[in-house]
T-cell receptor, first 117, second 111 residues
């Protein structure tokens, strides 16, 4: 596709259930980022991938959160035993490269709106 | 914690007026980027500034990067209803892959 895609667009789940969010980055983009945006708030960095490796997982809020990336492309963010405070929009972004001062703006997907009841 | 501060949080502007949003970091930035998020949408890249004192213009938008590379501003002239949205600055703080986003300035326009 032409841009970053995310699925599902909306997810409503019950507290305690696990959810899996998917991100398809722009083809050829080596860097991939996950962010969380709560209502009316800024973007909270969660994790960064360079290729299939995640050199920085420091933003993951707890050990209930995990992410992986396969084939240098698709990434999944998994939240186990969801809590109400996990409710937010989860945004994925990709970038042509993640290092160096060359232009590396981030291209965002439409996000997944997660609601935990 | 938040390392890039952005003010004001909200900006209510009369159509046709100018306004400025400011971004400040306590540490030197290697570069700064600006994004716009329309209501219900996702952030869209506007511009990147790299050089000390750099000024870039996009039509009615003027972006500046401070001499010390610790602050930046976005000035919009003759505001239009299409300018509605939240403007985020995002800085690279030393490492070269992790953007630290400001909290954003949400702009509303009175016709």
């Amino acid at each position: 596709g032409a841009g970053v895609s995310q699925s599902p667009s909306n997810k409503v789940t019950e507290k305690g259930k696990d959810v899996e969010l998917r991100c398809d980055p722009i083809s050829g983009h080596t860097a991939l980022y996950w962010y969380r945006q709560s209502l009316g708030q800024g973007l909270e960095f969660l994790i960064y991938f360079q290729g299939n490796s995640a050199p920085d997982k420091s933003g993951l809020p707890s050990d209930r959160f995990s992410a992986e990336r396969t084939g240098g492309s698709v990434s999944t963010l998994t939240i186990q035993r969801t809590q109400q405070e996990d409710s937010a929009v989860y945004l994925c972004a990709s970038s042509p490269r993640g290092t160096g001062l060359a232009r590396h703006e981030q291209f965002f997907g439409p996000g997944t709106r997660l609601t935990v009841l | 914690g938040q390392q890039v501060m952005q003010i004001p949080q909200y900006q209510h502007v009369q159509e046709g007026e100018d306004f400025t949003t400011y971004c400040n970091s306590s540490t030197t930035l290697s570069n700064i980027q600006w994004y716009k998020q329309r209501p219900g949408g996702h952030p869209v890249f506007l511009i990147q500034l790299v050089k000390s004192g750099e000024v870039k213009k996009q039509k009615r938008l003027t972006f500046q990067f401070g001499e010390a590379k610790k602050n930046s501003s976005l000035h919009i002239t003759a505001t239009q209803t299409t300018d509605v949205g939240t403007y985020f600055c995002a800085g690279l703080l030393g490492n070269d892959y992790k953007l630290s986003f400001g909290a954003g300035t949400t702009v509303t326009v009175r016709a």
